[in-house]
């Protein structure tokens, strides 16, 4: 039973993927089945004809205008030939019912039948596509001209499409710019950021003007937006800032230098999602050592969760002293605990380098930003659920490790939230950017993207290079970064390696390619060849000459590419 369900499954999908590829060659099959089921006569006809077009396209136009005129003449004389298609196929199921064959050898019945079989035939051979793309580079060929090229709108023509663009609203997604080609705007819609993009291009490439329309767009429509930037561009951020408070939305700024509110990575998710964001702000070499560091850690949260003890960066560091916990137990007559704590004590000697780190940072120059005992404090969680704008700016230049570390808590925070979407099965719309991300890169990045499409997160990963991927995480992290992302705003690549890489992200098409042998005496083409080839949809060249403001744009959903200049967006 099983296997015949199966079988017709199988042809059933054949059937439609054959339509889908080839819904020409499927039309004229069916046309010729209801040909040989309405006419017998006329089926003999229809099908050499089309084999002699397939043979000789050159055939088709001539046999198709003399059926054609053969038809016009019948109907125009039809006093002297009244007979019809309809008017003999009647006689000849007469003559079937009778048992005769002599219906064949009627001559009147073919002088009918061959206009009709002329004219269908040629018309059917037309309708089946044949590889004409040879054909016409030959034509092009012998004539001289070289291989049509598409043309870009000169400047006068595209100031006037960017100008355009400013009158346009887009409710259910970002606008980016226009078409160089056509001038038609482009568009990163919402169901398609959905499942992320990744936006890449050298210094100086316009790469931050494409970012500013997305963060512009989900500010106007009110959509929460968190924007970790891993360059710490404070112009930026007063950009952003000022975007906020003119469509009056709720603000929130954490920067390693200048004025900053304090942030507590901590305050969100269960005890255990705590520990794991704490676990991962570090590499173990051994596995051995990081399971105590997590047992560890787990039963430190979990003591500070039983007692209602929400605590910072700060205060996890004290509490992650055993003697803290001896004395929280001497508060609380709990024995329970002072037996726990002594339990811990005998473990400290094997996490004090993971103590010794959450320590480094709370002592550190910009240790103060993570007590939340003091002045305004930002709450991830809380600033989403407002549909706030949040920027963190990290400054790797000056805090080169803690910047790394900074934006990995981050990242795990962010998890956490999501999580709890996930299990709630809440999924509205939150814009996440991770500008320069090559900077925190990790799983854990991957790891959230992977996890937020349900949850409604639309990721944005910008980066200068897929170079500064790879030497992250190696080509892993770069294939995970290229399988996760399905749109692409590419801009001017200087290597090579990383123009030709997104060259085949992008992908080939069918080419062909023109060799000829040339005379040495008379310089003329004495013979040559020609024949089919793989070729760039966008060369490599190309990327590596894009201008300022000019991008390739990539849908891969509906496969779309065009060559865009961004918008510049306008900033109060």
């Known amino acids: 039973m099983h296997s015949k369900l199966a079988t017709k499954n199988i042809h059933i999908d054949d059937i439609t993927q054959a339509m889908q590829q080839h819904p020409r060659v499927v039309l004229a099959v069916i046309i010729i089945f209801v040909m040989g089921c309405i006419s017998l006569p006329l089926f003999i006809i229809v099908v050499p004809v089309i084999l002699l077009c397939r043979l000789n396209m050159q055939l088709t136009t001539p046999l198709a205008a003399i059926g054609g005129l053969l038809v016009v003449f019948m109907w125009v004389t039809k006093g ?25 050898t009627f001559p009147w019945v073919w002088l009918i039948v061959i206009p009709y079989g002329l004219l269908i035939g040629a018309l059917i051979g037309l309708l089946i596509p044949a590889d004409t793309t040879i054909r016409k580079a030959l034509k092009r060929v012998s004539r001289g001209e070289a291989q ?9 023509q595209m100031h006037r499409a960017q100008t355009k663009l400013n009158a346009i609203e887009i409710c259910n997604g970002a606008l980016l710019g226009a078409d160089m080609e056509t001038g038609k705007p482009i568009i990163l819609y919402d169901k398609d950021a959905n499942l992320h993009t990744l936006a890449i291009g050298t210094t100086g490439c316009g790469k931050t003007t494409a970012l500013t329309n997305i963060v512009k767009s989900a500010i106007e429509r009110s959509i929460p937006l968190v924007y970790v930037d891993g360059k710490g561009d ?3 951020l007063e950009n952003i800032r000022r975007l906020a408070d003119k469509h009056k939305r709720s603000f929130y700024a954490f920067s390693m230098v200048g004025e900053s509110m304090h942030y507590n990575p901590i305050h969100f998710g269960s005890y255990t999602s705590k520990k794991d964001r704490i676990i991962e702000l570090r590499t173990w070499s051994e596995d051995h050592y990081r399971k105590i560091a997590e047992g560890y850690l787990q039963t430190v949260f979990r003591i500070l969760n039983q007692y209602d003890i929400h605590v910072d960066l700060k205060g996890l560091s004290h509490y992650l002293e055993p003697a803290t916990l001896y004395q929280l137990a001497r508060e609380h007559e709990d024995q329970d605990l002072a037996n726990i704590a002594s339990k811990l004590e005998e473990r400290a000697k094997d996490v004090t380098s993971l103590i010794a780190e959450i320590a480094n940072i709370v002592d550190s120059e910009i240790g103060h930003l993570f007590d939340c005992a003091h002045g305004k404090v930002l709450q991830l969680y809380d600033a989403i659920n407002n549909a706030g704008v949040i920027y963190f700016c990290l400054t790797p230049l000056a805090f080169p490790a803690y910047a790394e570390t900074l934006g990995k808590l981050i990242i795990n925070d962010l998890k956490s ?12 719309k939150l814009f996440t950017i991770f500008d320069e991300f090559s900077i925190f890169a990790g799983d854990q990045i991957i790891n959230l993207i992977n996890q937020g499409r349900g949850a409604g997160i639309h990721a944005v990963l910008a980066t200068q290079s897929l170079s500064d991927i790879s030497k992250k995480g190696g080509d892993a992290l770069l294939g995970q970064v290229l399988n996760n992302t399905n749109n692409y705003i590419i801009m001017r690549q200087n290597h090579h390696n990383d123009a030709e890489m997104l060259a085949n992200v992008i992908g080939t098409k069918e ?6 042998q040339v005379s040495a005496y008379d310089a003329q083409s004495s013979s040559g060849s020609i024949r089919k080839t793989k070729s760039f949809i966008i060369h490599p060249d190309e990327i590596k000459r894009l201008m300022l403001g000019e991008a390739i744009w990539v849908n891969k959903q509906s496969f779309n590419i065009q060559k865009a200049k961004i918008k510049c967006p306008t900033v109060p």
């Not at 049509?148 to 006068?156: G, V, Y």
């Not at 999580?419 to 809440?426: I, K, P």
């Open 80 to 104: 002297i030939i009244p007979l019809t298609l309809l008017h003999h196929q009647k006689l000849l199921l007469h003559e079937i019912m009778r048992g005769g064959v002599h219906f064949f």
């Open 148 to 156: 049509k090229k598409s043309t870009t709108l000169n400047e006068r």
């Open 234 to 236: 404070l112009e930026l």
């Open 417 to 428: 939230i999501i999580a709890s979407r996930l299990q709630e099965r809440v999924k509205s």
């Open 511 to 516: 080419d062909f390619q023109i060799t000829s």
